[in-house]
């Protein structure tokens, strides 16, 4: 039974199907608010000049569009 659940949330609309976005960290969150840098950890980011790779949703959108000014995105 339990492998049937499995399988079916692979099967899922969260498959991988779904398109990425590239994003590179361009400028420092030194001075930024708290809640940008939580936004920065939150996306995966570590240092500058990271670049992390995520699937393209309407929650990592919001996270973009909140520290957009510290981000370089690339889509695909």
């Not at 399988?7 to 590179?24: A, E, N, S």
């Not at 570590?46 to 996270?63: N, S």
């Amino acid at each position: 039974m339990s492998a049937a659940k499995s399988k079916t949330r692979k099967d899922g609309p969260k498959g991988g199907d779904r398109p990425t976005i590239k994003l590179r960290l361009a400028k420092s969150g030194i001075c930024t608010p708290k809640d940008q840098k939580a936004t920065i950890r939150g996306l995966g980011f570590r240092r500058l000049g990271d670049e992390v790779v995520r699937e393209d949703t309407p929650a990592v959108r919001g996270m973009i569009r909140k520290v957009r000014h510290l981000l370089d995105v690339t889509t695909g």
